[in-house]
């Protein structure tokens, strides 16, 4: 029997706010974690920035869960808003930057998504009509949901942006083509998909997270038994088989095809389960600090906390 004072939306904000504390939490080649950072970034920062989203993930399940009872429509739930006002958030928390961009990008529609779908005696939900109801949310927003997000992103400076073909965020006339125009959040992230991982994400119904990189970490899960374990391998093969976007964008793809090159050589020699494996896995990350941020496989890091979300709603708990 659920307790009296269970409420579906807390249930989700918290399973979404534990998925980006396991994924700081583990100690990923390349990325902010709980031993070390880079400059002017540490995990505290990722640990504030996790709090301060929670109210935002909570507020957006809610409005999935007025959707669900026809209170709303789904063009006007205001996924844009809610990333915008995440990412503000965010940014008062902390003093480390850009933390959680990505990550909230790809966390909004599932928290409304969540609310969409029934859940089960367990508190879990069941993933497939979960997935539907995702794909329902992306394919909604609205021009007003775009303009949102183009502030957060203005927000949140990140680096590495580049100069996107068509509606480039640092154009001034882009926000106001957006709206006469009417391009949807949807239609703004199909330009970018072709070069930025999380946008392809949400504009194809988040194959990678789905497909591989959730089914990648509950096998890891189940083979080694340790999460942690388990979290840096699901790391380590989505980053041999996805080039990061985060580091091609800064860098080159070229870069970005060498990283996994080297990410996918440190699992053929067993990864964390042999020492020719660890003392690998050592030097491909002393390798990705030397240049500071710029090989931060920052863009598999958020596809990693979207499986670990992915998980814990369907009732994982470590």
């Given at each position: ?9 807390t249930?989700i904000?918290?399973c979404?706010?534990?998925?980006i504390?396991?994924e700081?939490?583990?100690d ?14 540490n995990?505290?920062h990722?640990l504030?920035?996790?709090v301060?989203?929670?109210p935002?993930?909570s507020?957006?399940?809610q409005?999935?869960?007025?959707v669900?009872?026809?209170?709303v429509?789904?063009?006007?739930v205001g996924?844009g ?10 940014k ?6 850009n ?15 969540a609310g969409?779908?029934?859940?089960k ?8 009509e ?5 794909k329902?949310?992306?394919e ?17 400076n ?8 068509d509606?480039?965020i640092n154009?001034?006339?882009s ?5 006469d125009e ?9 330009i970018?998909?072709s070069?930025d991982?999380?946008?392809?994400e949400?504009v194809?119904?988040y194959p990678v997270?789905?497909?591989f ?16 374990v388990a979290?840096?391998?699901?790391f380590l093969?989505v980053l041999a088989k ?6 091609a964008?800064k860098?080159?793809i070229?870069k ?6 080297m ?26 600090r030397?240049?500071?941020?710029l090989?931060?496989p ?18 994982f708990?470590?």
């Amino acid at each position: 029997m659920r307790h009296l004072s269970f409420d579906k939306a807390t249930h989700i904000a918290q399973c979404l706010e534990l998925a980006i504390l396991l994924e700081v939490s583990a100690d990923k080649p390349g990325n902010v974690n709980l031993v070390v950072g880079f400059e002017g970034t540490n995990h505290a920062h990722f640990l504030a920035s996790a709090v301060a989203a929670v109210p935002h993930f909570s507020f957006a399940a809610q409005r999935g869960i007025a959707v669900s009872k026809g209170e709303v429509a789904l063009a006007d739930v205001g996924v844009g808003r809610i990333i915008r006002d995440c990412v503000a958030d965010i940014k008062a928390w902390q003093s480390g930057g850009n933390t959680l961009l990505g990550t909230i990008i790809l966390f909004a529609p599932m928290a409304v998504a969540a609310g969409m779908t029934p859940m089960k005696e367990d508190y879990s939900f069941e993933l497939s009509e979960f997935r539907r109801n995702l794909k329902l949310v992306a394919e909604s927003t609205t021009p007003e949901d775009a303009v949102a997000v183009y502030e957060a992103i203005k927000i949140a400076n990140p680096s590495g942006l580049g100069k996107a073909p068509d509606l480039d965020i640092n154009s001034p006339d882009s926000t106001k083509r957006i709206i006469d125009e009417k391009v949807s959040l949807y239609k703004v992230f199909q330009i970018a998909s072709s070069y930025d991982l999380v946008c392809s994400e949400w504009v194809n119904n988040y194959p990678v997270t789905f497909d591989f990189a959730y089914p990648t970490l509950m096998e890891e899960i189940k083979k080694n038994g340790n999460l942690t374990v388990a979290i840096i391998h699901a790391f380590l093969k989505v980053l041999a088989k996805h080039p990061d976007t985060f580091i091609a964008r800064k860098v080159g793809i070229g870069k970005a095809r060498e990283v996994s090159f080297m990410a996918e050589e440190v699992m053929k020699l067993g990864g964390l389960t042999t020492s020719v494996g660890r003392e690998k896995l050592r030097e491909f990350d002393s390798m990705l600090r030397k240049s500071d941020s710029l090989l931060n496989p920052g863009t598999t890091a958020d596809i990693i906390a979207a499986a670990l979300a992915l998980k814990i709603l369907s009732g994982f708990r470590p």
